[in-house]
């Protein structure tokens, strides 16, 4: 067999290959796992409630906008996880380190790995952007570290997000997950109590 036969089925193999491994990464889903609206006990109303939830994990990631205490699921084929954003609120800044646009949002964050395997969850995979559109930058002044960790399946993790932002009632939050080989994503609305 030629030199060049040989080079050409192996081409062919490492080609036929990737596709299976390209196959095998299928898409980011992101849906609401958990309602947290009050809803009324009687059958009707949680039937409902189920077909606006079918239909909320339909849509694209890039359509559903979730907010504070929603647990949202995101599944891709190299991790999952539960994330939650569980509390926004302004912190004083510290002595040493002045917030150069006034105020500190301090967001609570929980993380849950469903899946199968190690996720790495980090602050850097979060942005958060002012009314007028302009990202803000993150605020390095406290002891407590922001939320960095790898994360073993079933096991969680709860952390603290810091940002130097001017006092607004709310901020959008936008969460590209590491592990996810799509860049998804995520968009929350921040309202700040």
Do not use: H, W
């Amino acid at each position: 067999m030629s030199t060049n036969n040989k080079l050409v089925k192996i081409s062919l193999a490492l080609i036929l290959g990737m596709a299976v491994f390209l196959g095998a990464c299928g898409e980011t889903e992101v849906s609401k796992s958990e309602s947290t609206d009050s809803q009324d006990d009687s059958n009707t109303d949680q039937e409902e409630a189920k077909a606006e939830e079918s239909a909320d994990s339909a849509e694209s990631a890039e359509d559903q906008v979730f907010k504070l205490g929603d647990t949202v699921s995101i599944e891709d084929s190299m991790g999952s996880i539960d994330l939650t954003i569980t509390g926004a609120s302004f912190t004083e800044p510290t002595e040493y380190t002045e917030a150069v646009n006034g105020k500190v949002l301090t967001l609570e964050v929980t993380v849950e790995n469903t899946g199968d395997e190690q996720v790495f969850v980090d602050s850097t995979d979060f942005a958060v952007y002012n009314s007028e559109g302009s990202k803000l930058d993150d605020y390095y002044g406290y002891d407590e570290m922001a939320i960095s960790d790898n994360l073993n399946s079933g096991k969680n993790l709860s952390g603290k997000m810091y940002f130097d932002v001017s006092e607004q009632d709310s901020y959008e939050l936008i969460y590209t997950p590491f592990f996810s080989m799509e860049s998804k994503e995520i968009t929350f609305d921040i309202a700040v109590k």
